[in-house]
Structure formats: structure tokens, C-alpha cells
């Protein structure tokens, strides 16, 4: 098993994939980040997406990417940092701010201030 973990580093190492450093692996980041490197399992350092790109939690084997929009019935947060999250609004397909829903899922209408979604 040793020689085959030897083999996988040499590999990737070789075409600078993924580097061993400090007892932590390293990896080319993620699309629309502008880290120069990143850490396996970790991904993109917080506030580090290119400017107009959201961070986005990508999986437990992933960690943090980098994406051009959030996906439906979420939101950009400005801040602390650019990152994706849920709109509060129930049955809101999309919002730009968490308590504002711009529209709703199917089935629902929004209400003329914007904070609900009703069955209609």
C-alpha cells in the first residue's frame, strides 16, 4: 500500500497537480478563485473568489468553490465574505437579499412587499 501511495504522489506531482507540503496536500484551486494554491478537502480560501463570483461549500471531499451564480433560492452574501446562502423566504426560487424573495417556486405567488410566497 506505502508504495502504491509513493506511486500515486510521484504521478500527480509530476504533472503539478497535487503537491505534499508540511504534511498537507496542496492542489491547483478551484475555477474563480484567485488563490495561488489550495488545500485538498479545503478548496478556496474564504474571500478569495474572483470579484463577481460567490463561494459555495462544494462537498466534504471538495470544500469551498467558487461560482458565478448561487443556485436557486439563494443569494450572494456581501459580507463578511462573498458567499452563497439560503434565501429566508419560504418557496422563493430567488432573492437578492435574504429577506426580500424576488420570485417564487412554482405554484406560489409573491406577495406585493415581497417577504412571502403564497400558495396560488
Known sequence: MREM???VFVL????NFIIYVDGMFTVSCPMGCTANQCTMGVG???GM???????????????MICVPTCSPGQFCLQE????????RVRNCKSCKERD???ACDRGYKLN???????RG
Open 49 to 63: 473568489c474572483m470579484p463577481g463570483w460567490c463561494g459555495k461549500h462544494g462537498g466534504r471531499n471538495v470544500g
Open 12 to 15: 500527480c506531482f509530476a504533472v
Open 44 to 46: 478556496c480560501p474564504l
Open 112 to 118: 406585493p412587499d415581497k417577504s412571502e410566497c403564497r
Open 80 to 87: 463578511p465574505f462573498k458567499m452563497c446562502a439560503d434565501c
Open 100 to 102: 426580500t424573495c424576488d
Open 5 to 7: 501511495f509513493h506511486l
